[in-house]
């Protein structure tokens, strides 16, 4: 099983980006993202179902950033947009053996490698 994450870059605040994670190896019904500043704890961002019709977001990024899937291509994307210098960090995806998403980090199986994200003011 094998999580790949790709698509951060350095950009200046407002911009955009997209955030990949492919997985092989098995199918993952529950999928999220979860990002990591810099002597900061890991924190939620953004999970969704298979059918990609429940989303959930953390608060930050509500209304500014979209996760989706293409169940075909076992890819999950992060549309980042409107991006702050706040959003800054090493962006991990995840996959969970559940099909309910969850919010916790503990709560999830596998995790990719992670993509750094640089906002500049």
């Known amino acids: 099983v094998q999580l790949q994450a790709s698509g951060g870059g350095l950009v200046q605040a407002g911009d955009s980006l997209r955030l990949s994670c492919a997985a092989s190896?098995?199918?993952?019904?529950?999928m999220g993202w979860f990002r990591q500043a810099p002597g900061k704890e890991r924190e939620f961002v953004a999970a969704?179902?298979?059918?990609?019709?429940?989303?959930y977001y953390a608060d930050s990024v509500k209304g500014r950033f979209t996760i989706s899937r293409d169940n075909a291509k076992n890819t999950v994307y992060l549309q980042m947009n409107s991006l702050k210098p706040e959003d800054t960090a090493v962006y991990y995806c995840?996959?969970?053996?559940?099909?309910?998403?969850?919010?916790?980090?503990?709560?999830?199986?596998?995790w990719g490698q992670g993509t750094l994200v640089t906002v500049s003011s």
């Open positions: 969704l179902n298979w059918s990609g019709a429940n989303t």
């Open positions: 190896g098995r199918t993952f019904y529950a």
């Open positions: 995840a996959a969970d053996s559940g099909v309910v998403p969850k919010t916790r980090a503990a709560a999830y199986d596998y």
